[in-house]
C-alpha cells in the first residue's frame, strides 16, 4: 500500500491543510497497524492529543450543555418563521409539522406570502434623544 502523499494527484479533492495531512496520516497509520484509534483527540490545529473516554466524555458533555440554550436559527426572520409554522399550541416544535408544511404540492401558494421584517433598535441611540429632547 503506497502513502497517499505519494499520489500525482491531488489527494481529496486538492484540499489542503494540517488537519488534512493529520487525518490522512493517522488512516494511513491505523491501516498498517502502527495507530489505534482508541485513545486520541484531533484538535483543530492538526496536533493530536491522548485522552481517555472518560475525558473525552467529559468534554463532549461539557460542550452539549454549553450549546444547550443557543438558538437553532442564528437568523431572526428564520426563526420567526419556524415559530409560525412549526410551533404547536402547546408551545413544542415539530419538525414533522415544519416538513409537511415546506413541502406542500403547490409550496409557492404559501411561502411567497410569508414577509417577515425585523428591526433592530440601537437603545443607547434612543437613549441619547430621549435625553437631548428632555433637556429642550
Request: aromatic residues 8%.
Amino acid at each position: 500500500m503506497c502513502s497517499p502523499y505519494d499520489r500525482k494527484r491531488p489527494y481529496f479533492g486538492g484540499l489542503h491543510g494540517p488537519v488534512l495531512r493529520s487525518v490522512v496520516q493517522l488512516i494511513f497509520n491505523h491501516q498498517k497497524g502502527i495507530q489505534s484509534f482508541d485513545r486520541f483527540v484531533l484538535h483543530k490545529s492538526g496536533s493530536t492529543a491522548t485522552l481517555k473516554l472518560k475525558e473525552i466524555n467529559e468534554l463532549l458533555l461539557a460542550r452539549q450543555q454549553a450549546i444547550k440554550n443557543q438558538p437553532i436559527d442564528q437568523n431572526s426572520a428564520t426563526h420567526l418563521i419556524r415559530q409560525a409554522l412549526a410551533y404547536t399550541s402547546k408551545g413544542q416544535f415539530d419538525s414533522k409539522l415544519l416538513s409537511d408544511v415546506l413541502t406542500f404540492p403547490n409550496p409557492r401558494s404559501i411561502r411567497d406570502d410569508i414577509t417577515i421584517t425585523v428591526v433592530y433598535f440601537d437603545q443607547d441611540y434612543i437613549d441619547h434623544i430621549q435625553t437631548k429632547q428632555k433637556t429642550k
